[in-house]
């Protein structure tokens, strides 16, 4: 059985007049800040939901819990409206409506907006779209991070990248990347004398022999988004090829990437590799006997974040 709502739902209609009659209620706008600055609804207030201190926001207008509380989000498909009543029904308010429908529903009964940007039809900021350009890697800003196993302990660290691009047309997302192999650092033996030790192994020949192969690039051959690419979720399914190490191999792998306010981008991977399809084999037991303490698990874990920029054209 389901449990019966907190709140009732409020019509568009019933709103509106409300509003002309001036009746008393507090009208309460759940959305961000920069959102409530670009349209709102007459007479609305700023509680967003997603603040931490959403309850004192709307103590700011009023602490009684007889008072009636009009809340509204953004659409029908979204929770915040719905999230800001249930919070403020634990919190012992007990007069809690809901406009149905939130701004969009309010909007296309063409029922009047204030604000900075009312006329403008915002993007609802649920779903991945890249725009057509060129964007190139911020190398400070990104990061790769890595971590590696043994059956006695584990070791993380990072390396960086050296440089990058992506192109975007027509849906087809394309790009290079270069590692600086010789930047591979251990992390967690920091201040220990076995780091330096560990970071000379690794860029011997036991591994990644960065002397001979200073550089290892990725080509992205694509980068499709899911069905559903929703922006909190891994949304883009990459391809391309792994140069390492002088081996080519393909590498695909998920990732989550999301368009920032300034118009550039933000990307997230979190994946394992199996550095013996590179022909890094040190201490595999597919290829060694007798390993003992030498013993190297196959797989690499990797945590990816990038980070970059539109060029202007």
């Known amino acids: 059985m389901t449990a019966p709502l907190p709140y009732a739902l409020l019509s568009p209609e019933t709103l509106s007049r409300w509003l002309e009659e001036e009746k008393p209620f507090y009208l309460l706008h759940t959305l961000t800040e920069d959102h409530y600055t670009k349209i709102r609804l007459p007479r609305a207030l700023r509680a967003s939901v997603f603040e931490i201190n959403f309850l004192e926001q709307v103590e700011g207008a009023t602490r009684d819990p007889e008072a009636v509380i009009v809340l509204y989000g953004s659409s029908h498909r979204s929770m915040d409206a719905d999230t800001a009543a249930r919070k403020l029904h634990r919190a012992g308010y007990r007069r809690l409506h809901v406009l149905s429908g939130g701004l969009s529903a309010w909007n296309e009964k063409g029922l009047p907006l204030e604000g900075s940007a009312p006329e403008v039809v915002h993007a609802p900021q649920r779903t991945l779209t890249i725009p057509d350009g060129t ?9 790769i991070l890595w971590v590696g196993r043994n059956p006695a302990s584990r070791h993380h660290g990072q390396v960086r990248l050296a440089s990058g691009s992506v192109d975007a ?79 080519t191999a393909p590498l695909a792998f998920p990732a989550t990437v999301t368009p920032t306010d300034e118009g550039h981008l933000a990307a997230e991977a979190h994946f394992d590799l199996d550095r013996t399809r590179w022909k890094v084999i040190y201490g595999s037991s597919k290829f060694f006997e007798h390993l003992g303490m030498h013993l190297v698990f196959d797989l690499i874990s990797f945590e990816i974040r990038i980070k970059a920029q539109k060029s202007q054209t």
């Open 169 to 247: 047309k027509g849906g087809t997302v394309t790009g290079h990347f270069d590692i600086d192999m010789n930047t591979i650092a251990n992390i967690n033996l920091e201040g220990d004398e076995l780091q330096q030790v560990l970071e000379d192994h690794l860029k011997s020949d036991d591994f990644f022999f960065t002397r001979r192969f200073p550089v290892a690039r990725f080509t992205m051959e694509d980068a499709a988004p899911v069905p559903e690419p929703f922006l909190s979720v891994p949304n883009c399914k990459v391809r391309g090829q792994l140069e390492l190490g002088g081996v």
């Open 135 to 143: 964007y190139r890697i911020d190398t400070e800003e990104s990061s």
